[in-house]
């Protein structure tokens, strides 16, 4: 078998360019959160902007926003749904921990 002679030139690492992907996780999240948002304030006050004309127990919730009718038998009406209040929350941290991490890790990458 023949050897390679080792190389004259030193190996140097590459220095790494930054945490790409958590940036772009941050941006998408937020963009998810922000979109969600808006959809529980149309939900909110553009779908149910007559309900509190109409319904004698009303019910708001300020984050996430959401305006709904409770009746007697303990039914609501215009409540914002599941799926999106977890969208909502989910998104919010997601953004949170991946933006941290980002600048960690771009904090991380300078200090070399």
Known sequence: ???????STPRTASRPDGPRQLWAVSAVSSAVFLLSWTLCWVKAYAINDDL???????RRQVFPTEVACASFDGTTTGATPGWLV???????VVTAL????????TAAVRGR
Request: net charge negative.
């Open 1 to 7: 078998m023949a050897q390679h002679p080792p190389s």
């Open 52 to 58: 509190p004309n109409t319904c004698g127990d009303i």
């Open 86 to 92: 977890v969208l909502f929350f989910a998104s919010l």
């Open 98 to 105: 991946s933006a941290t991490m980002a600048l960690a890790v």
